[in-house]
């Protein structure tokens, strides 16, 4: 046994749409009625975002100025006329502030750029009342709306211990049966601190694996699909990545990535590549609101594999046949994806990625559409598929690739299948030892790749923690870089395990699952 210290890091051809009903279909047909539909959608999401501004606008002029003055009737007239106008088109108006964005009807309501610090204020002010969202089921008269904002104005948080149980009380007694407010949990936003940053982060992931049962569930029944859930959960994961907090704990998400036996391969794959997606989105510098889309079409990409057999799902096709029914599942998708409450920007590049993501990058895969992708979103998703299914045990598979290995092969594809800017990209972000990578180390101590070290010229020696040991403390961190006085490495790695290992798999598991 060498004199080496052990560290504890700080941080550780166009075909027909074949739909599941049998219905052939074309995506040119209805040119017509499609168009006039996406026009509706936009001006829904237009009419949600004057609804919020005009609402936080009839507060503050409330605050100064009496119900009769101009400013105060301008803001109340045009509040109302956008709650009037989405009830031409939808039964009933959903308001939610999820924390740091709104919903309105599960759309997206961000406002534009120059409206944002109205956006964050009303936020805030909601948040201050406790109120978390609300339902208006019907068309209040304009005095009504103005005296439901009179009783939110009128209420100073500050002095009133319990803010939403008076508003609340005080529409009862007024019979405003047509609004019903929505209290703020804290348990719905995990940023306020009742979690450490590490359980955050395993719930969240938990959560996206059910939000994703869920999803296939609608799917397989025929129903439609409600993507409320799935846009809380990505906008929790996007957050994960943006907010401070958790910079030095990301690294506990992507391990979770490699739970390959712990959870059901058709439920952790859409969230492994979510999460990859979104990571590798945030490492080359995407908006937000990109990053928000790109994790919501990794949750339903591969929908279409629901309307297959099982067997061709368990099983590598045997002839053209077999072949042909799976490069299906990327049209098959489609109708089940557009069968929801509405559709907005989020669902068409869901759409264009699930139809795209087994194109290849210059017409090099499937379906046979004539040519290959333009679009990022697609080969992001791409990329991130290949990299988890390649890493991942299945039956039809001899073995799983380590991910290194993994990373060869999508560094040595052909540029038809991918973009080399972008698998150069990918492989950089990830690093020669990925996160999550069983190795075996020289003395015959057994563990994973836990953290990379701060330098990245060094990144082949990153932090590995002990899983198992003949003279190691099972538990330590042991940092591969670190040298004897003669520039010789303390530690160096004697292979890389297959991720399959089952003994390696449970303890590997327990570890990632039982982190402080």
Known sequence: MTSA?????????????????????????????????????????????????HFYTLMRTLTFHSQDNEAVQHNLYRFHDAIREIFEHEYEIHVEFTGTDFLINERWSKLARRFQDVCNKLGNTLKALQ??????????DPQQLLQFVERVVAITPEKTENPFS??????????????????????QNWETGRLGANETIRQTYFQAVQVVQQLQSQAQQDRPIKLKSAKRVVQSL??????????????????????KDSVDYRYS???????????????????RTLRRDLGIAALLY??????????????????PTERQKLEQHPELAIPMILHTSFIDSTILRTIN?????????????????????????PQLIAIADMFDNMCSPQPHKQQALTPTEALAEIARMPEQFVSPMLSRQFVNWLGPLPLGSLVRLHE?????????????????????????????PIGSYINLNEKAPTGRHFWNIQEILQPQHPTIQQLYMADILNQT
């Open 5 to 53: 210290s052990i560290q504890q890091p700080s941080t550780p051809d166009k075909q027909n749409h074949y739909s599941p009903h049998h219905q052939y279909y074309d995506l040119e047909d209805d040119r017509d009625a499609r168009l006039l539909d996406l026009e509706v959608q936009k001006r829904l999401i237009e009419l949600s975002q004057e609804l919020l501004l």
């Open 269 to 287: 794959h859409p969230v492994n590549v979510a999460i990859l997606s979104i990571g590798f989105g945030h490492h080359l510098g995407l908006q």
């Open 166 to 187: 008076m508003l609340q009380t005080q529409l009862w007694r007024r019979n405003f049966d047509w609004i019903t407010l929505e209290k703020y949990c804290d348990q």
């Open 131 to 140: 109120i978390g969202g609300f339902w208006i089921s019907g068309v209040p």
């Open 302 to 319: 591969d929908t279409g594999l629901l309307a297959l057999p099982q067997h061709l799902l368990e099983h590598p096709p045997t002839n």
């Open 444 to 472: 015959g101590s057994i563990g994973y790749v836990c953290r990379q070290p701060e330098d990245h010229q060094h990144r082949d020696r990153p932090f590995v923690k002990v899983l198992q040991s003949p003279n190691v």
């Open 238 to 259: 996007i957050d994960l990545f943006d907010n401070p907090r958790y910079e030095d704990h990301l690294d506990l998400l992507q391990l979770l990535t490699h739970l």
């Open 353 to 377: 990625t699930t139809f795209g993501h087994h194109l290849g990058a210059r017409e090099g895969g499937y379906p046979a559409y004539g040519q290959g992708l333009s679009s990022l979103a």
